[in-house]
């Protein structure tokens, strides 16, 4: 199975700061099949960026994704309020379709 | 508005069996693979099991392979698990979920807790 290690796995950030999660594969995995999901304290994950880049429906443009091969990275370019959840990383690539462990992003 | 509603969770003892069963709307349900993913108390997102579009293959995460059956009804738009030889390790909250493009969730339930305990 692809192992996908996440880090950090805690943020405390700043409102209107930057922050950067970081996802890399155990093995390569086409860009396509990388995905990002954001789940809120108490509520199920929603769908943010799908196959590396591409933002979901209603997504703000705030939220981005980039990377190929093993390594890939999930940035909030201004952090808001509403944006504190655990966010997980997840591939398609390969059955079984396996998850990050999760960064936490908190306030400060 | 797209809505996945699941039912059938609850405590249950290892060994014993529990269906769940997740109503689809909003979407042309036959159009989408689905699949179930779970999540442990305090713990992170994990694949269950996968299902095509008229439930001619089935996928399975090793841990339930000969436990667990995925299926479906397309004329009731519905999603189904049964889990069988039920163990501690199985208790989570179970998330129905649509599968799209390249092996992405898009629409998730809002889950369904299944307690496996004596």
């Known amino acids: 199975a692809i192992v996908l290690n996440q880090s950090p796995s805690s943020i405390i950030a700043s409102q209107g700061e930057k922050v950067t999660i970081t996802c890399r594969a155990s093995?390569?995995?086409?860009?396509?099949?990388l995905h990002w999901y954001q789940q809120k304290p108490g509520a199920f994950p929603k769908l943010v960026i799908y196959?590396?880049?591409y933002r979901a429906s209603g997504v703000p443009s705030r939220f981005s994704g980039s990377g190929s091969g093993t390594s890939y990275s999930f940035t909030i370019s201004r952090v808001e309020a509403e944006d504190v959840a655990t966010y997980y990383c997840?591939?398609?690539?390969?059955?079984?379709?396996?998850f990050g462990a999760g960064t936490k992003l908190e306030l400060k | 508005e797209v809505q996945l509603v699941e039912s059938g969770g609850g405590l249950v003892q290892p060994g014993r069996s529990l269906k769940l069963s997740c109503a689809a709307s909003?979407?042309?349900?036959?159009?989408?693979?689905m699949a179930w993913v779970r999540q442990a108390p305090t713990k992170g997102l994990e694949w269950v099991a996968s299902?095509?579009?008229?439930?001619?293959?089935?996928y399975y995460r090793d841990s339930v392979k000969g436990r667990f059956t995925i299926s479906r009804d397309n004329a009731k738009s519905s999603l189904y698990l049964q889990m069988d030889s039920l163990r501690s390790e199985d208790t989570a909250t179970y998330y129905c979920?649509?599968?799209?493009?390249?092996?992405?969730?898009?629409?998730w339930g809002q889950g369904v807790m299944v307690t496996v305990s004596s």
């Open positions: 979920t649509s599968e799209d493009g390249p092996y992405y969730f898009d629409y």
């Open positions: 909003g979407f042309t349900f036959s159009d989408y693979y």
């Open positions: 299902i095509s579009y008229d439930g001619g293959s089935t």
């Open positions: 093995s390569s995995i086409s860009s396509n099949y």
């Open positions: 196959s590396t880049s």
């Open positions: 997840q591939q398609g690539s390969s059955n079984p379709y396996t």
